[in-house]
């Protein structure tokens, strides 16, 4: 049992891509989040996950693959007293919206319960430690559209391990998306 997630990884390139923005990105009291760090989260597992079982869960997935690209930028809860600043979806956002609402069905019976909000499909950029107004930092950022498009073709479970120095991700198993 190990804290997971189920997510997709943009491919090098892209990162190369989100790099040159995140390195915009300045806001008192933020971190940065890591390159190793940056993934598009489809399900969050909780600290209790069994890995092998959810991968099982997840083999056959009938989404099929598609292409998607980064782009917008923004903040949850709001510019005003943000927590997350984010890249979004310019292209992509049906396939990603299909893909979290399969790996939630699936995963459902195995106690793994989607979140209630909507899915706002998102590559996380920096995290404030208090609400900051970060509306300036985004109405400064060219984000309008981050690297190429590119084909998600897989899923992956990843493994989430704390350090002090903050989180490793470790891929645990890539599910391949339909045909």
């Not at 989607?114 to 970060?134: F, G, I, M, N, S």
Request: aromatic fraction near 6%.
């Amino acid at each position: 049992m190990t804290r997971a997630f189920v997510a997709v990884r943009p491919p090098d390139a892209v990162l190369d891509a989100v790099e040159r923005v995140a390195e915009t990105i300045e806001v008192d009291g933020a971190a940065r989040t890591a390159r190793a760090q940056w993934h598009i989260t489809l399900q969050f597992l909780g600290n209790r996950a069994d890995v092998d079982v959810v991968a099982a869960a997840l083999a056959g997935l009938s989404v099929p693959a598609g292409r998607v690209r980064l782009g917008g930028i923004g903040a949850f809860p709001t510019g005003r007293r943000a927590r997350v600043v984010w890249l979004g979806l310019v292209e992509g956002s049906e396939l990603f919206g299909a893909l979290a609402r399969e790996v939630g069905t699936r995963l459902a019976p195995l106690g793994y319960e989607p979140e209630e909000r909507p899915y706002h499909a998102h590559l996380t950029l920096a995290r404030c430690k208090a609400p900051a107004d970060v509306r300036e930092v985004l109405d400064a950022a060219d984000a309008a559209v981050v690297g190429n498009a590119w084909l998600v073709d897989e899923v992956v479970v990843y493994e989430s391990r704390l350090h002090r120095t903050g989180a490793e991700y470790v891929p645990r198993a890539a599910i391949p998306l339909g045909p």
